[in-house]
T-cell receptor, first 116, second 114 residues
Framework: DTGVSQNPRHKITKRGQNVTFRCDPI?????LYWYRQTLGQGPEFLTY????????KSRLLSDRFSAERPKGSFSTLEIQRTEQGDSAMYLC??????????????FGEGSRLTVL | TQLLEQSPQFLSIQEGENLTVYCNSS?????LQWYRQEPGEGPVLLVT?????EVKKLKRLTFQFGDARKDSSLHITAAQPGDTGLYLC??????????????FGKGTRLSVIA
């Protein structure tokens, strides 16, 4: 297994367009997280799944954002009607239950979104 | 309000120097992790500390968790250019830290000049 995979790595879009990012976690990990990172900031939590259930959503996740993990494997994060303020690196991370008590996350390389 | 405050925000040093970066909070954490992130990449876990007062060493890196589990430090001995990167601390809260997503600090951006 090569780790957490995200695509696309880069996306440039015009304001008002919809974008979707995909994350493939490490295969034996049942927890999947989405974070957003802007320049000069640490990652900010957006949402996470345990298997297919979405357990928590941040207040940062406006109604234009939706995340799914339909079969408990890969996940998608869709942003509708993008705004320039959505420009950021979107990071996906996964973890395994046995490590969950110490919260260790394994991150993908991220999907960088630029909204023009 | 930032839950985890990291200092300094930026640090530029010469190769061979020692340095310490700090991660502070008014909150108690069940565990705390340190990650290192390079430009255009995701963060990579360096270490997890769980017990108050715990000290862990990873080659030239020494990590310490405060006795009250509210703060942590990372000390690098004889820094090398390969240590350059963004160092992030992240805390897990709650009795069962697995139920609470990690909260990250803003990071310390380290540059080691040859």
């Amino acid at each position: 297994d090569t780790g957490v995979s995200q695509n696309p790595r880069h996306k440039i879009t015009k304001r008002g367009q919809n974008v979707t990012f995909r994350c493939d976690p490490i295969s034996e990990h049942n927890r999947l997280y989405w974070y957003r990172q802007t320049l000069g900031q640490g990652p900010e939590f957006l949402t996470y799944f345990q298997n297919e259930a979405q357990l928590e959503k941040s207040r940062l996740l406006s109604d234009r954002f939706s995340a799914e993990r339909p079969k408990g494997s890969f996940s998608t994060l869709e942003i509708q009607r993008t705004e320039q303020g959505d420009s950021a690196m979107y990071l996906c991370a996964s973890s395994r239950d046995w490590t969950v008590n110490t919260g260790e996350l394994f991150f993908g390389e991220g999907s960088r979104l630029t909204v023009l | 309000t930032q839950l985890l405050e990291q200092s300094p925000q930026f640090l530029s040093i010469q190769e061979g120097e020692n340095l310490t970066v700090y991660c502070n909070s008014s909150s108690v954490f069940s565990s705390l992790q340190w990650y290192r992130q390079e430009p255009g990449e995701g963060p990579v876990l360096l270490v997890t500390v769980v017990t108050g007062g715990e000290v862990k060493k990873l080659k030239r890196l020494t990590f310490q968790f405060g006795d009250a589990r509210k703060d942590s430090s990372l000390h690098i001995t004889a820094a090398q250019p390969g240590d350059t990167g963004l160092y992030l601390c992240a805390g897990a809260k709650g009795k069962d830290s697995g139920n609470t997503p990690l909260v990250f600090g803003k990071g310390t951006r380290l540059s080691v000049i040859a």
